[in-house]
């Protein structure tokens, strides 16, 4: 019989390495418990999860299955990194919501909370648009990066300054599909290329 892999893998491109931090069991239940504390605070409002793409599919996805009663889903995109791993400071809506907000539940569905800029650009934005209730849910909290004040009222993991790929998150659109969440070693001479903020 074949072993089993690991999330501990090399990567197609020489010279990238991802270790496991956070295995799939471990983010499969943390997201159940979210669901469930979502739906304690907001025990018969119907739910709006607006996801932020790409990085927060895999999260939205699941957790929007975990989620009983009624729930309505929307995307939209942002960009601020680019290829590089430092932000530009300046975000921009690449794709903006398919219906309104207004009057609705929406809980803001983001893969890692780092710096805060998009965040807090979608928070303004957001406001504006008069939900009646907003929430933000974010699998990983970066605080040592953190720039803008913002605090997801939703958390999975609070986890060190690294790297991370997978359930999601992606280096040069690559390691998307890795079911939990590793940090990517890289050659010294390597930039991140983290496509969105």
Do not use: C, W
């Amino acid at each position: 019989m074949p072993k089993k892999k690991s999330l501990s893998r090399t990567g197609s491109h020489p010279g990238e390495k991802v270790r496991m931090m956070i295995p799939k069991g471990r983010v499969h239940q943390r997201v159940m418990q979210i669901a469930k504390q979502i739906r304690v605070d907001f025990p018969e409002e119907p739910l709006h999860l607006v996801g932020v793409l790409k990085g927060a599919v895999f999260f939205l996805s699941d957790l929007a299955r975990a989620i009983h009663g009624e729930v309505s889903l929307d995307f939209l995109a942002v960009s601020s990194y680019g290829k590089d791993t430092k932000t530009s400071g300046q975000v921009k809506l690449t794709k903006d919501l398919d219906v309104s907000i207004e009057g609705r539940t929406v809980i803001l569905v983001e893969d890692i909370l780092d710096t805060g800029m998009t965040l807090q650009y979608l928070r303004r934005i957001f406001e504006q648009r008069k939900p009646k209730h907003l929430r933000i849910a974010v699998l990983l909290d970066k605080p040592e990066r953190r720039i803008a004040d913002v605090h997801a009222d939703y958390v999975g993991f609070t986890i060190p300054n690294e790297f991370v790929v997978g359930f999601g998150l992606d280096y040069a659109e690559r390691y998307r599909n890795l079911p939990g969440v590793g940090i990517l070693a890289l050659k010294p001479t390597e930039k991140g290329k983290r496509s969105e903020v």
